[in-house]
């Protein structure tokens, strides 16, 4: 059961499976677990970013393509539930609709720069995403009549997905295990269900013959099409389905935020922090993804508070809150991805499976 | 004689203004292993690049039982029917010996868009991999990565992928260059097994004397790209056109050994 569920690919290591275990348990379980808006914020960016970053290492980690335009499919399919719900109205309907066009529209423009670029090398094809991301991003702000513009937009959800929404009052008097219980848990629940859906479809993927072709492909291309396999359709394919994929989560993400805009869907940072998660947590192994978002979020969010928190402790000492102090988390952030880098070149994942 | 399996007309190709092959014709016959001789440099290599389509040809056609493949890619060469091993080892380094038999199997079964199932579960696929690979005699170290293979191991592995393919034009570039006097001949013996098979045309580029006297129905000569000669093994090799190539001192002499 648990087997097929992963599709055979366990993780190989005891500490690892421990580790999975325990995020997806608190990612589970996060409301209950971590009640507040912060944490279970953070919970969902959490999934959200693991199925964008499994997404991505599809392409790079399992077929060695780059690709600059991750964020730019993200936000397509962001922006398609944003305008989905805007002009059909709240309902589930418009997210079905947004997030099933956001996905096909990805995987269409995703096919057409394929294969424009990838038929000659793979280093065009990173340049010419990098243009067309840039293209789109400039579009997406100056259009600001269709998609808000540098504001963005703002849309309405069906009300089962707003904090103003209770149930469960006659049975457990609206709250479980002191969670109160409404439209924003749901929306938590919707949001990991996706995310959980989502990478398990793509750990069967990476299993799959395609998969074992990506592979293939990755290792040696000039041999691949030696044996059959016309390496061109199968990077096209593989580019799609990681461009569907990555829409999806941009439409859980919008979702989630009830708002999109440029800054949090579609920009270069993003795509920084992507590349980071894939490195971190372990290229070609998609757990790598739930170690590498899930720690690089964490990072994101809380190693501010923490160097507080130090600086705080240690205060009183020359220099030593200078340089904790809570200002200066991004270099520290820079610091420890450096490290992280040159300890385990080939990511967490990699690392632990080698002691194993 | 039947229609050949395999035909080189006026095959060119030119870099710049050096012709490495220069309008060979050649037609390749069924249950039939030619071996392709010359000195370094004479094309050889070449004419297997321009057969199996890494090298586009400059002029001059290359038909596979009576199609013409000139125009189509190499992955579409290899579906049609010809396979390649390569000279230098050219495998999948950081996959398993299985996985890369496997992935050979599954391209000839057009399952590589499965997306949905696990490879695994695809136990027809594993079986026929495994018994290429008890034929070269790997498969106790079928779970091994490649690159942590012997160099005589990965050369048996690039006849196992070859083997799997089961094309109808085999082409062995120098498959024994490098191996060790014991491993050898479990490839020799491979291929030699191969030509009992209906169908299938043969191809071996060697400079073994050997091997070929042991092996080759047939002989061709390549010199500065051109055919030289052509004929069963005894009679090229005592040939005037052989024997003036290489300006009397023999073809054996010239061949050299490695």
Redesign the interface.
């Known amino acids: 059961m648990i087997n097929?569920l992963l599709?055979?690919d366990l993780p190989r290591s005891k500490l690892l499976a421990l580790l999975l275990g325990a995020i997806v348990i608190c990612l589970a379980l996060a409301p209950f677990l971590f009640p507040g808006v912060r944490t279970v914020d953070t919970a969902a960016r959490i999934c959200i970013f693991i199925v964008l970053v499994a997404s991505y290492d599809l392409l790079l980690g399992y077929g060695g393509i780059v690709s600059f335009a991750h964020t730019m499919f993200f936000g397509v399919g962001a922006y398609g539930v944003a305008l989905a719900s805007t002009h059909m109205g709240r309902g589930f309907d418009a997210i079905a609709v947004g997030a099933a066009s956001g996905a096909i529209i990805a995987a269409l423009l995703a096919l057409v720069i394929g294969l424009f670029s990838l038929r000659v090398r793979a280093i065009f094809f990173a340049m010419i995403t990098l243009a067309v991301a840039s293209a789109v991003a400039v579009l997406v702000s100056q259009m600001s009549g269709l998609t808000g513009g540098e504001d963005g937009l703002t849309f309405k959800l069906p009300r089962e997905l707003g904090p103003a929404f209770k149930f469960g009052k006659e049975t457990f008097d609206g709250t479980l295990f002191g969670v109160k219980l409404n439209g924003k848990l749901l929306a938590y629940y919707f949001v990991f269900l996706g995310a959980l859906i989502l990478f398990l479809?793509m750990l069967?993927?990476v299993?799959?013959?395609?998969?074992?072709?990506l592979?293939?492909l990755r290792?040696?291309d000039?041999?691949?099409?030696?044996?059959?396999?016309?390496?061109v359709y199968?990077r096209v394919?593989a580019t799609c389905?990681s461009a569907a994929v990555a829409a999806l989560a941009g439409s859980l993400y919008a979702v989630w935020l009830r708002y999109v805009g440029p800054d949090t869907t579609l920009s270069m940072e993003i795509m920084i922090d992507i590349l980071l998660m894939v490195v971190i947590g372990g290229m070609g192994t998609m757990y790598g993804a739930i170690i590498g978002a899930t720690l690089f979020v964490l990072a994101q969010n809380y190693l501010q508070n923490l160097m507080g928190a130090a600086s705080g402790l240690v205060e009183g000492i020359p220099i030593l809150p200078e340089l904790l102090s809570a200002d200066r988390w991004l270099l520290w952030l820079g610091v420890l991805f450096i490290l992280s880098v040159y300890f385990f070149p080939t990511g967490v994942v990699g690392r632990l499976r080698q002691q194993s | 004689m039947t229609s050949p399996i395999l035909r080189t007309t006026d095959l060119t190709v030119r870099f710049g203004g050096h012709v490495a092959v220069d309008n060979v014709s050649c037609a390749f016959h069924a249950n039939q292993l030619t071996a392709i001789v010359g000195p370094n440099g004479a094309g050889k290599t070449t004419y297997f690049n321009l057969i199996s389509g890494q090298i586009p040809a400059s002029s001059g056609r290359v038909e596979l039982r009576g199609q013409s493949i000139s125009g189509l890619s190499v992955s579409q060469r290899t579906r049609a029917g010809i396979g390649r091993a390569f000279q230098l080892t050219n495998l999948f380094p950081n996959l398993s010996v299985l996985e890369n038999v496997r992935l050979v199997v599954q391209s000839k079964q057009g399952k590589g868009f499965n997306l949905f199932s696990m490879v695994t579960k695809h136990t027809e696929m594993t079986e026929a991999a495994e018994q290429v690979l008890a034929r070269v005699r790997l498969l106790d170290q079928r779970e091994q990565i490649v690159s942590e293979l012997s160099h005589g191991d990965q050369r048996k592995l690039e006849v196992a992928l070859l083997i799997a393919l089961d094309p109808d034009v085999y082409m062995f570039d120098e498959p024994t260059a490098g191996m060790s006097v014991d491993e050898a001949p479990i490839v020799l013996d491979l291929i030699a097994e191969l030509k009992e098979q209906d169908n299938r045309s043969i191809l071996l580029v060697e400079h073994k004397m050997d091997v070929i006297r042991t092996l080759a129905d047939r002989i061709i000569v390549l010199h500065n790209g051109a055919l030289a000669a052509d004929g069963a093994p005894a009679d090229v090799m005592a040939s005037d056109v052989v024997q003036e190539a290489y300006m009397g001192r023999g073809l054996e002499g010239a061949l050299g050994h490695e």
């Open positions: 097929s599709s055979g479809g069967r993927v299993n799959s013959p395609f998969g074992r072709v592979q293939a290792e040696n000039f041999r691949a099409e030696a044996i059959g396999y016309r390496v199968y394919a389905l």
